[in-house]
């Protein structure tokens, strides 16, 4: 990644230090050479990290459950599928996988748009997917969806948590940014004033003390990521999954030193100033901004919920119960099984760590009778008001 490194220098030497933001987005998305656009492989054992649909096909089962209850509030012949940033495509090729076994008549109605910026990834996905490669379409950006009308679903899976953020620091009783600079032809991190207005409006919106010395991540391409969608999405719903929390245990004072981090081989750090353009950059995705921007822009707030409990809504349960019941003579097999799907929804393991933030657009008393009767509820209750 040496050409990497020398063209994120040469933009320092020629116009200064910049904004993390910045440094954030030339080392993952810089076209051929950054960590999204090159051809490293990111997801899976010889990856970086897992993802949920690389546990188990049970997570994107119960997608496809959702989307096909969703299909079925809409009453509509024309059914789109959107999801963006969607890795290797393993979880539109389990939700596809499931809809066309269960369900053969929506799947014959349904289009599937992929959003996807690698050409790489891009390649990877139609490989995966070329059982189903008649009822997809790929796309590199939003903006390309915008001529034609979407009712349907619009999912993304830790996308929301890879956009590039700022970084500020709270120093006598004001927030200073975080920018990157050169010592001595070293990268470095340097404090100076706030880059845009922005930052400043965003930490006003919340009643939250902070502590001398700590510091936050502001990721305001999430916002306008979600006014994006909002503009192609005429009906249906928005299913966010990541991990986060709401602002106030985002911003609470116990991390003063935020939650950004680096993944590289399976391992996290804290430097995102080595391994430039071979490891992923990521911060905890705050839901509350989510949750604000997307009731100023006609998405209403219809479910915030763990990974953990909208699994079992949806009937994680039974699957575990499918692969229980079968033959025991291949009993090594299927609690390899179940133990893998226990990490998607167990509290302790991915079920608490994620959470699905939904959204719904323009469907008014078709909602009372879509969500299921949950087999248990864990405790874990929708924001009110001083949350957002």
């Given at each position: ?68 209850k969703v299909y079925k509030t809409l009453d509509i012949q024309e059914f789109t599928i959107v999801e ?196 992923d950059i990521t911060a905890h995705v705050d839901f509350s901004n989510l949750i604000r921007v997307g ?74 009778p879509f969500y299921p009767e949950s087999p248990f509820k864990m405790s874990f209750e929708m924001p ?5």
């Amino acid at each position: 990644m040496n050409e990497l490194i020398q063209i994120i220098k040469d933009r320092i030497r020629m116009s200064g230090p910049i904004t993390f933001a910045k440094f954030m987005q030339l080392a993952l998305y810089h076209q051929g050479y950054g960590y999204y656009s090159s051809d490293r492989t990111r997801i899976g054992k010889e990856g970086d990290y897992y993802t949920s649909p690389c546990v188990h096909p049970a997570f994107g089962e119960i997608i496809g459950r959702f989307i096909y209850k969703v299909y079925k509030t809409l009453d509509i012949q024309e059914f789109t599928i959107v999801e963006m940033g969607a890795g290797k495509g393993y979880l539109a090729l389990d939700v596809l996988d499931s809809i066309k076994r269960d369900q053969p008549e929506f799947y014959s109605n349904l289009n599937y748009l992929m959003v996807e910026i690698s050409p790489t990834l891009v390649e990877e996905e139609k490989s995966i997917l070329k059982d189903h490669i008649r009822k997809i379409k790929f796309l590199n950006s939003i903006s390309e969806i915008e001529d034609e009308e979407v009712a349907g679903v619009f999912i993304s899976n830790e996308l929301l948590d890879s956009f590039p953020f700022h970084r500020l620091k709270y120093i006598k009783d004001n927030f200073q940014e975080i920018y990157v600079g050169l010592v001595n032809d070293q990268f470095t991190e340097i404090l100076d004033s706030l880059s845009i207005i922005e930052l400043k409006n965003y930490i006003d919106r919340y009643d939250i003390e902070f502590r001398e010395g700590q510091e936050v991540e502001i990721n305001l391409n999430a916002g306008k990521w979600l006014s994006d969608v909002s503009r192609v999405i005429t009906r249906g719903f928005v299913l966010t999954i990541d991990y986060g929390f709401l602002a106030p245990e985002l911003f609470n004072p116990t991390r003063m030193t935020g939650t950004s981090k680096c993944l590289y081989k399976h391992s996290a750090n804290d430097d995102p100033l080595t391994h430039i353009g071979e490891q992923d950059i990521t911060a905890h995705v705050d839901f509350s901004n989510l949750i604000r921007v997307g009731e100023s822009v006609g998405l209403n707030t219809f479910k915030y919920i763990t990974q953990g409990q909208f699994l079992i809504d949806w009937g994680i349960l039974d699957i575990v119960e499918r692969y229980s019941s079968k033959d025991k003579s291949s009993k090594t097999s299927e609690q390899k099984h179940i133990l893998a799907i226990k990490n998607l929804f167990l509290p302790e393991l991915m079920g608490d760590k994620f959470k699905v933030l939904i959204q719904e657009k323009n469907l008014g008393d078709k909602l009372k009778p879509f969500y299921p009767e949950s087999p248990f509820k864990m405790s874990f209750e929708m924001p009110g008001d001083r949350y957002i």
